[in-house]
């Protein structure tokens, strides 16, 4: 079922699916720390963080999920796995091999359904770990959280953010990172706390970009069921190229989030609470399917 017009915070938000217990998820508290924790039921969820950040992003949905039952799992890619003064260069061949490593070790454990979220750079690593995965695991999802397709331009930038950075690759290393895209104040404190990096190394971006050129051509052959979320005030990465991504893939289960208050971090931002009862009654809704095939890897 496609869903042509996207559902905002004013929507109902699946009244069947249980409150989370708020309490038990204290935002001001993150950690960057990767994680694996086993689930009470068939299902798992594998959480692919953004470029430049860390599992932090995504560490309280998964604590969200997890109290649902679901298994979870959450890595720091290569490059990103430890503090420094400056990001050390990787690249997404590095990145996506830790994440289909990740994959296959949720498959090893038997686990029928998985669904990958991703954030950003993440929603990327999904998107082709779905397409290289789909003809072996049939119980594939997609939840893709501010998918990074376009940086957010402006006209006093000149050029496009992407130009720059192309330019720039040949000569610098690193370009500072001052402030995390959060409208939370408490929220944005605590992810500076577990954040490792206040730089982005500019060729770990090049590849990032590399990686959309391989990805983009090939949206209309995801058919997987797909819930995407973006907000109307990102400030990195561009809504409309967010929608553009919706509409391009080609699966006929589709669901299109649109938030109105939060900046890039969705999972973390102002509308958090609401965003986190979605995803989870969108993969409680999708549970009441047949139990789908697994080959061994």
């Known amino acids: 079922m496609s869903q042509a017009q996207p559902s905002t915070p004013n929507s109902q938000a699946h009244p069947r699916v249980p409150s989370i217990k708020m309490d038990a998820l204290d935002v001001s508290h993150l950690s960057n720390d990767p994680f694996d924790w086993q689930g009470q039921q068939d299902h798992a969820c594998l959480l692919l963080h953004g470029l430049g950040g860390g599992i932090y992003e995504l560490y309280p949905l998964a604590k969200a999920l997890h109290q649902y039952g679901y298994g979870v799992k959450g890595i720091n890619y290569p490059g990103h796995q430890h503090p420094a003064k400056q990001m050390p260069a990787s690249c997404w061949t590095d990145w996506y091999s830790a994440a289909e490593s990740a994959y296959l070790e949720l498959c090893a454990r038997g686990y029928r359904r998985i669904t990958l979220v991703g954030f950003c750079l993440g929603s990327l690593l999904a998107l082709k770990l779905a397409q290289q995965q789909a003809k ?100 990195v990465i561009c809504p409309q190229a967010a929608r553009q991504l919706y509409d391009q893939l080609g699966s006929a289960d589709k669901t299109l989030v649109e938030l109105t208050r939060s900046n890039h971090i969705l999972p973390l931002d102002v509308e958090r609470d609401y965003l986190w009862q979605m995803i989870a009654g969108w993969i409680e809704g999708h549970r009441n399917t047949d139990a789908p095939s697994v080959s061994k890897p």
Do not use: C, M
């Open 136 to 235: 072996r695991h049939q119980g594939l999802q997609l939840v893709l959280l501010s998918p990074f397709l376009r940086v957010r331009h402006q006209w006093y930038y000149g050029l496009r953010p992407e130009t720059y950075t192309r330019i720039l690759g040949g000569v610098v290393g690193n370009v500072p990172r001052f402030q995390l895209p959060l409208h939370d104040p408490v929220v944005r404190q605590a992810a500076h706390r577990v954040a490792y990096y206040r730089t982005f190394n500019v060729s770990a971006v090049r590849s990032a970009l590399e990686l959309i050129r391989l990805v983009e051509p090939t949206l209309g052959h995801t058919e997987q069921p797909v819930l995407v979320a973006y907000s109307r005030q990102d400030k």
